[in-house]
C-alpha cells in the first residue's frame, strides 16, 4: 500500500503580498524553500490561518533573504496580505517506509525568518485537550 505522507512545512508564514493579477501559484522566498525541502513547481498547500481557507498551487521561488509570501492569482481572493499562512508539502512512499517518515518542519517568525527547524517525532507529539 502506498501512503500520502507530510514531507515539510512553514508554520505561520506571513503573507506579505497578494497579487490577483499573476497567473497563479505561490511565491516563496528561495531561502525558505531550500530549508523546507520545496523544489520550484511542486505542489504546495496553502492554508490560511485567519480565515481557514485551504487551498493547493506550486511554488515559486523568490528572492533569497526577501521573506517573501506571495499569493498569486485566483487564490489571492482568499489569502490576503497578512494573513498567517501553514504552507505544506506531502510524499507518497509505501507502507514500509511510511512508518520511519520524518518531516522538516520550518518553524517562522512574523518576519518569514526560521526561529527553528525540527523533525516531528511520533514519540514526542501531544494531542491538545
Known amino acids: 500500500m502506498m501512503r500520502r505522507m507530510l514531507k515539510s512545512k512553514l508554520h505561520r508564514g506571513t503573507v ?10 505561490i511565491t516563496i522566498d528561495a ?26 498551487t506550486y511554488a515559486i521561488e523568490g528572492p533569497r533573504g526577501s521573506g517573501v509570501i506571495c499569493v498569486n492569482g485566483a487564490a489571492a481572493r482568499l489569502i490576503h496580505k497578512g494573513h498567517t499562512v501553514i504552507i505544506l508539502t506531502y510524499q507518497t512512499v509505501d507502507d514500509a517506509e511510511a512508518k520511519h517518515i520524518h518531516p522538516t518542519l520550518c518553524y517562522l517568525n512574523k ?19
Open 31 to 56: 531561502d525558505l524553500m531550500e530549508r523546507a525541502d520545496i523544489l520550484p513547481y511542486e505542489e504546495v498547500h496553502v492554508l490560511s490561518v485567519d480565515n481557514g481557507a485551504r487551498l493547493t
Open 16 to 25: 506579505t503580498e497578494a497579487n490577483i493579477d499573476y497567473e497563479g501559484s
Open 111 to 129: 518576519l518569514n525568518q526560521i526561529e527553528r527547524v525540527g523533525h516531528q517525532d511520533r514519540a514526542t507529539v501531544t494531542l491538545g485537550v
